[in-house]
Nanobody
Framework: QVQLVESGGGLVQAGGSLRLSCAAS????????TGWYRQAPGKQRELVAS???????NYGDSVKGRFTISRDNTKKMVNLQMDSLKPEDTAVYYC???????????WGQGTQVTVSS
């Protein structure tokens, strides 16, 4: 059974930093794209950042230059370093693993990030 356990959310002031971590189990980490999505109240879930097994990254326009995604294939972990946080970054953040072969998606339970102004 695939499990994704997220940690690191919380409350921070604007301009501050947080680091989210996601630990995966029950899945072969190779041939996956891992990422973080977020969903704010009344809004659709959106991509924050993703990273392939080879280390290629992709970021949402609103977080480019402020957030950094990384992964440890040996430990099966995905991290999101969030710097220069803004109130508009407030959302529930979800860890995602997109398995390529066969194609499937797995989600964490979500962790709340709140940025106060």
């Amino acid at each position: 059974q695939v499990q994704l356990v997220e940690s690191g959310g919380g409350l921070v002031q604007a301009g501050g930093s947080l680091r989210l971590s996601c630990a995966a189990s029950g899945i072969t980490f190779s041939f996956t794209i891992t990422g973080w999505y977020r969903q704010a109240p009344g809004k659709q879930r959106e991509l924050v950042a993703s990273i392939t097994a080879g280390g290629s990254t992709n970021y949402g326009d609103s977080v480019k230059g402020r957030f950094t995604i990384s992964r440890d294939n040996t430990k099966k972990m995905v991290n999101l370093q969030m710097d220069s946080l803004k109130p508009e970054d407030t959302a529930v953040y979800y860890c995602n693993i997109h398995k390529l072969i066969p194609p499937n998606d797995y989600w964490g339970q979500g962790t709340q990030v709140t940025v106060s102004s």
